[in-house]
């Protein structure tokens, strides 16, 4: 017979909301920070060390269903029907996504590795819109080169998110830009509305749950009309052949050839999956069994221990821009690479059901 396990007992409890809280997660730029929101409309960040609030905003009007967190924002979203982006340490306000009917249950910020694929929606969305504004005699116009090319956007982080609702609907946002000035923390955009660039309506119920597969572009959601459906966003593009002088296919330029699908109907789930008996509450793929980061930073290690015996035997090192860019896609290639030696292919969900399912 084993030992019985000690009972556990709570070592801090922290206290401060005044209804139900409905998430909380860690801070991924400070490990010691926990942030929460609740159905007292509020959204607080909590000190561990301190076992102290340190911050609290309200922006919302309703009771606060999730959070996301990215770098220093956080997305939120309400029973209001409204999708927030706040700086997350000073709580402003940055942007606004309007456009669900019903409760927004849930939402997150998109990988950056499907910004390629939501790219190219993006740009013909704006490029329609100048289209018709020119014709109404508008005079609004867009720069959509300008807008989806935005460096800012690779610099905080984030670009695109997602969110589900009692709608049963998805949609998909392109989130505006803080404003900056200097020694002051970001400011409101000075266009605060997220422009919706496509809604998913596969669902017949409640959309409860998305998530993102570590690669970043396949991703999952689900529902209370009891299924899971998977969805991947280089579905939305496809590669056009470039053919050389000799008449060749080159493959190597059919990565950097993409281009959007010519009827956007076509975009659908890829799988459907449907074993629950009751409405699927929760999903999450399983996450890489090594943390792929951390391979990268002892990838990095051997690289610079290698310059550094090249030095020595006297190579040169070259210092041009041409060589910092090729020096940047082969780091990301090898962090694809070790992501994807360290991926685990399943994922989970629990149901109403009582149930809880793997599948591969």
Known sequence: MGTVPTTRTPVRTLVGHDHIISKIQFNPSNPLELVSCSRDKSIKIWDLTKNLCIKTFIGHSEWVRCID???????SCSNDHSIRLSHLSSGTGIGLMIGHKQVVETCKFIPMESNKYLD???????????SVNGTTGNGDSFNA?????????????????????????????????????????????????????????????????????????VFSTCSDDKSIKIW???????????????????????????????DLSDFHSIDNLKSHNGFVN?????????????????????ADKDSIESEANGEQKTSSSSNDKMDEKMKLLKKRKLLEQSIRCFFVSGSTDNTVKIWV
């Open 69 to 75: 967190i990215k770098n220093e924002y956080v997305l």
């Open 120 to 130: 190219l929606l993006t740009n013909k969305l704006l490029n329609s819109v100048n």
């Open 145 to 217: 080169n300008s807008i989806v090319n935005n460096k800012l956007y690779e610099k905080l982080g984030y670009k695109y998110a997602i969110s589900g609702g009692r709608d049963d609907l998805i949609h998909i946002w392109l989130l505006p830009l803080p404003e900056f000035r200097p020694h002051r923390p970001p400011l409101p955009s000075l266009n605060p509305q997220g422009l919706l660039i496509l809604t998913l309506n596969e669902h017949s119920s409640w959309v409860r749950i998305i998530d993102f597969h570590p690669n970043g572009e």
């Open 282 to 302: 929760c999903i999450q793929f399983a996450p890489p069994v090594i943390g792929f980061h951390k391979l990268l930073e002892e990838n990095e290690k051997q």
């Open 232 to 262: 991947n966003f280089k579905k939305l593009s496809k590669l056009s052949k470039i053919i050389d002088h000799d008449g060749q296919d080159n493959d190597n330029s059919k990565k950097e050839n993409l281009k959007l699908i010519n």
